[in-house]
T-cell receptor
Framework: NAGVMQNPRHLVRRRGQEARLRCSPMKGHSHVYWYRQLPEEGLKFMVYLQKENIIDESGMPKERFSAEFPKEGPSILRIQQVVRGDSAAYFC?????????????????FGEGSWLTVV | RKEVEQDPGPFNVPEGATVAFNCTYSNSASQSFFWYRQDCRKEPKLLMSVYSSGNEDGRFTAQLNRASQYISLLIRDSKLSDSATYLCVVRGNTGKLIFGQGTTLQVKP
């Protein structure tokens, strides 16, 4: 029973390069969330996607960052022209459905994260 | 004001101690609350949900005070293995999870 799979686990990029982070949700899950964690800080919500749809991108920086979750294949978080401040852990999470009902429990599961270092 | 606020600590306690963490949230319409645990360089993992009536899971007790928009976590009989960062989490609109900064606990022998 594979969990949420993220790759690469560690990625080093030079300033100005592109970083692509992939997330394969748990089997049967059609909802994906991306979070960023800067050193010594909490997780910050970035984007919430359902297959082929962006449901909530209120946490995405306006420039250089994009995310997709195609009908087939993993979700991709893409960071163009990386800068040192993009160095962080990027966590993906998945759930089988939208989690909006009160007391519906929590079926959101996290991957092990992708650590991006920009040099 | 942050949507979810926690005292970052660190809390340094001896084994066997009882320790309490607090958290406040800003959106009075929030309806679902959780505590997560995160170990160093690991993903966050769900510790427990938090209900208005309070809930207990072994040595862990969570409480919610909706009037004060306040959530707490009590850990009794602390173990060395409890050393971690504890994240207060509120479910936002659209279903996304909103995390506090986390409170670091270090249990010492």
């Amino acid at each position: 029973n594979a969990g949420v799979m993220q790759n690469p686990r560690h990625l080093v990029r030079r300033r100005g390069q592109e970083a692509r982070l992939r997330c394969s949700p748990m089997k049967g899950h059609s909802h994906v969330y991306w979070y960023r964690q800067l050193p010594e800080e909490g997780l910050k919500f970035m984007v919430y996607l359902q297959k082929e749809n962006i449901i909530d991108e209120s946490g995405m920086p306006k420039e250089r960052f994009s995310a997709e979750f195609p009908k087939e294949g993993p979700s991709i978080l893409r960071i163009q022209q990386v800068v040192r401040g993009d160095s962080a852990a990027y966590f993906c999470a998945s759930s089988p459905r939208q989690q909006t009902e009160p007391l519906s429990g929590n079926t959101i599961y996290f991957g092990e994260g992708s650590w991006l270092t920009v040099v | 004001r942050k949507e979810v606020e926690q005292d970052p600590g660190p809390f340094n306690v001896p084994e066997g101690a009882t320790v309490a963490f607090n958290c406040t949230y800003s959106n009075s319409a929030s309806q679902s609350f959780f505590w997560y645990r995160q170990d160093c360089r690991k993903e966050p993992k769900l510790l427990m949900s938090v209900y208005s009536s309070g809930n207990e899971d072994g040595r862990f007790t969570a409480q919610l005070n909706r009037a004060s928009q306040y959530i707490s976590l009590l850990i009794r009989d602390s173990k060395l293995s409890d050393s971690a960062t504890y994240l207060c989490v509120v479910r936002g609109n659209t279903g996304k999870l909103i995390f506090g900064q986390g409170t670091t606990l270090q249990v010492k022998p």
